[in-house]
């Protein structure tokens, strides 16, 4: 990594203009501090002047830095957003066609009318609407559009993050919509037509649905508003953004595509979700690529308890693949992920040689490369470890985490590597854990499987357990993994609700983070997270261990995770998560209620976001009709 030097100065003279961003020294171009590459996070998804539609207000100049207005003919039609130097994102629907003769992408405006000091004007060289939009459904509404030259970037000018492809937006999430677009139902903006600003919630894609019409609203889509209306985005508005804040930065976690009317009570505005197209945005810019940052979600997800007729139930694992460029649609799901199940474990446990597959939830934690800790899969996205692990290093992009290892050194076939997106460490008084969330879903093998959680069961005096772990030193020259097997014991005077003790058994430095298991109704749980004693602790000769429960962490656990694995039942198991694929062919009759000013534009001048038409709305009740008939 060069040195971390400012630049400053004209960008006549080869630098950047405007003292709210920097490059580094040696940085070939200036305009390269918004890449993947250079950006250097002072730039992206920054709003220098911003202190923070329909039921909106005006926004402060300046305050939304990559909101563009789409023109031809000196009128606005579509938004959009500024995601690099020379790219804009916005949506499909804004173009009838890839011609880009008369279309203008106008950048740091406030009103439409009047004069705008800081605003810049360019042409478009391309426009890429996404092969499979579907202007019937809407599906897939995005575009891209590359600008004749690069932009200057100025405190009122500047590109916005793009959430990545591992983002997660839970209902409730606050997310903020500009536009110039109508601030009614057939209300435009009035003179001087101000860029507007509105805060709306995350809307959950089972509620939209429900709200919709179940089978509505894809996986490519986001949805926003308040189920009492009176908030909204509205024709005109198509092709903007719909972003959220996380860290100090904003990142566009939608595109205004479509709606019925304007914001109207339990109708809220549907937005191309941004997340699902991070590879076909990168397959579409070869250089200069725009910057994406992953978006993480707290708490639980509401969204997942929402039920309505002709809703499918939530599945109990959450991998869904929908293919959008063909009919018929194949959906695939998996069948119900349980934890504890070890296909490869024999039925006895003897020495400490580890084979292949034998505790498939055990993972080393790496930093540039090295193993620092043990650590276990807890759910398709979670790993569970030792918060010391990280005293040093608390930083997520340091880290990965191998799934599926037997080795430190030499082969491990099965093996998989995934980054770390974001750590979260326990707050209590005495030990601590931490909960490490993957950049993807590992795929669950034989090898890769994840553990079940102690939540408050009894783990009875004499029960033989497993320890397991890697440390320099053992598993000969290619450092296998390593196990030990000891017993619950009495721990005296101390509240076995939030300890267990077993007898002492080999501990070391790199077992750290990983766990204590103990079977029980044929599934494992894990009991302990386990922590090494430090280089100068001394452990009293015959002693017990004292470790503090998983089940203590209860709350932060329930807090952190996105949801809490089940063991097997006697009728409930698929350890290599065997996927289960269904086609079916999905057919959507819709009229689109659009009108437009020039009938040979090859753009949509109409102000976009289409709302869904009324026999739309008839074909789902004449389903739902014909449905409760059969029943009945």
């Not at 360019?122 to 559009?145: E, F």
């Not at 409730?172 to 037509?193: A, F, Y």
């Amino acid at each position: 990594m060069p040195q971390q030097v400012w630049r400053y100065g004209s960008y006549s003279d080869g630098f950047l203009q405007s003292d709210v961003f920097g490059c580094w020294a040696d940085a070939p171009d200036p305009r390269v501090c918004v890449t993947a590459e250079w950006c250097l996070s002072s730039v992206c998804g920054q709003a220098a002047l911003n202190t923070r539609i329909v039921g909106g207000q005006v926004a402060p100049d300046g305050s939304w830095p990559w909101q563009v207005s789409l023109q031809t003919h000196g009128s606005h039609f579509c938004g959009g957003s500024l995601i690099n130097s020379q790219w804009v994102l916005t949506a499909a629907h804004c173009f009838r066609s890839s011609t880009p003769t008369g279309l203008t992408v106008n950048l740091g405006l406030q009103g439409l009318q009047g004069t705008n000091f800081n605003a810049v004007s360019l042409t478009v060289t391309q426009i890429i609407n996404h092969p499979n939009y579907n202007s019937g459904t809407d599906d897939n509404d995005i575009c891209l559009l590359q600008l004749s030259s690069p932009v200057t970037f100025s405190s009122y000018i500047s590109p916005v993050y793009l959430a990545a492809s591992d983002s997660t937006f839970y209902s409730g999430v606050n997310s903020w919509v500009t536009g110039w677009g109508d601030i009614g139902s057939g209300v435009p903006l009035p003179s001087p037509q101000n860029l507007m600003e509105v805060e709306v919630p995350v809307v959950g894609n089972r509620q939209c649905n429900c709200n919709y019409g179940v089978g509505t609203i894809t996986d490519n889509m986001i949805c926003a508003g308040l189920s009492a209306g009176g908030k909204d985005s509205c024709q005109g508005d198509s092709g903007g953004p719909m972003v959220s804040k996380q860290n100090g930065r904003w990142i566009q976690a939608g595109i205004v595509s479509f709606g019925t009317g304007c914001a109207r009570p339990n109708l809220p505005g549907v937005y191309t979700r941004v997340s699902q197209y991070q590879t076909w945005i990168n397959s579409q810019i070869s250089s200069n690529q725009p910057g994406f940052m992953t978006f993480t979600s707290t708490g639980t997800n509401s969204d997942l308890s929402v039920t309505c007729t002709g809703l499918p139930p939530v599945p109990t694992t959450t991998t869904t693949t929908s293919t959008t460029n063909t009919t018929p649609l194949t959906t695939t799901t998996t069948a119900a992920v349980v934890c504890g199940q070890a296909p490869r474990s024999p039925h006895i446990l003897e020495g400490t040689s580890v084979m292949a597959g034998l505790w498939p939830w055990m993972v080393s934690l790496q930093k540039n490369g090295s193993h620092v800790c043990g650590g276990t899969l807890v759910t398709l996205v979670s790993v569970l470890s030792d918060a010391d692990c990280f005293s040093s290093s608390p930083v997520a992009s340091e880290w990965t985490v191998v799934l599926g290892r037997l080795k430190l050194n030499g082969s491990n076939p099965f093996e998989m590597t995934l980054n770390v997106t974001n750590i979260t460490l326990s707050n209590t008084t005495g030990t601590n854990i931490a909960i490490l969330r993957l950049s993807a879903q590992p795929t669950l093998t034989d090898y890769i499987q994840p553990i079940c959680l102690d939540n408050g069961r009894t783990f009875a005096e004499g029960l033989a357990c497993w320890a397991a772990g890697w440390s320099p030193g053992r598993g000969g020259a290619e450092e296998v993994m390593q196990q030990f097997q000891t017993s619950v014991v009495n721990c005296g005077n101390l509240s076995s609700s939030e300890s267990i003790c077993t007898d002492v058994f080999a501990l070391q430095q790199g077992d750290s983070g990983g766990p204590l298991m103990c079977k029980q109704d044929g599934s494992w749980f894990q009991a302990v997270v386990l922590t090494a004693p430090g280089p100068s602790a001394r452990r009293r000769r015959n002693s017990v261990m004292t470790f503090t429960r998983v089940s203590s962490f209860d709350s932060f656990l329930t807090e952190t995770l996105e949801m809490r694995l089940s063991p097997a039942s006697n009728t409930t198991a698929n350890p290599t998560n065997a996927p289960i694929t269904t086609t079916t062919s999905s057919t959507y009759t819709t009229t689109m209620a659009t009108t437009t000013n020039d009938s040979n534009s090859v753009f949509d001048t109409s102000g976009g976001r289409p709302a869904q038409a009324f026999t739309f709305a008839i074909f789902h009740l004449l389903s739902l009709t014909l449905c409760l008939q059969f029943f009945l």
